[in-house]
């Protein structure tokens, strides 16, 4: 700038912004109720996991209570959501799916 003009501009950014969407945590909990090879049969439909992975998955989430089955854009965590959830009601099992911001 010349003489008695500051620089009033403001920075510039020069990264470029590449903002990746936030990521959404979808956990089962365990219960009481819910046979475990319910639980397999969400895991392997809803999921893609391998009968093992899904068997491995759901004693864990027998044993620790609760845990991460897979994370997801928001969209696409609310629909895996929802479809767990309404599945386990047709079958009557009180299996709960939420989700939560990593
Ligand atoms: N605890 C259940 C039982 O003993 C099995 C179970 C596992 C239920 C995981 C829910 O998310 C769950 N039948």
Same mark, same amino acid.
């Given at each position: 700038?010349?003489?008695?003009?500051?620089?009033?501009?403001?920075? *510039?950014?020069?990264?470029?912004?590449? #903002?990746?969407?936030?990521?959404?945590? %979808?956990?089962?909990?365990?219960?009481?109720? @819910?046979?475990?090879?319910?639980?397999?049969?969400?895991?392997?439909?809803?999921?893609?996991?391998?009968?093992?992975?899904?068997?491995? *998955?759901?004693?864990?989430?027998?044993? #620790?209570?609760?845990?991460?089955?897979? %994370?997801?854009?928001?969209?696409?965590?609310? @629909?895996?959501?929802?479809?767990?959830?309404?599945?386990?009601?047709?079958?009557?099992?009180?299996?709960?799916?939420?989700?939560?911001?990593?």
């Amino acid at each position: 700038p010349k003489d008695g003009e500051g620089d009033l501009g403001v920075a *510039l950014e020069t990264r470029p912004k590449t #903002k990746r969407p936030p990521l959404y945590k %979808v956990m089962i909990l365990n219960d009481d109720y @819910t046979p475990m090879e319910f639980v397999v049969m969400v895991l392997e439909r809803f999921f893609g996991l391998s009968h093992a992975q899904a068997f491995e *998955l759901m004693l864990t989430v027998h044993k #620790k209570g609760l845990a991460v089955v897979g %994370v997801f854009s928001y969209e696409i965590a609310e @629909t895996k959501v929802a479809q767990v959830m309404d599945f386990a009601q047709r079958h009557q099992h009180p299996l709960q799916c939420t989700m939560e911001r990593e």
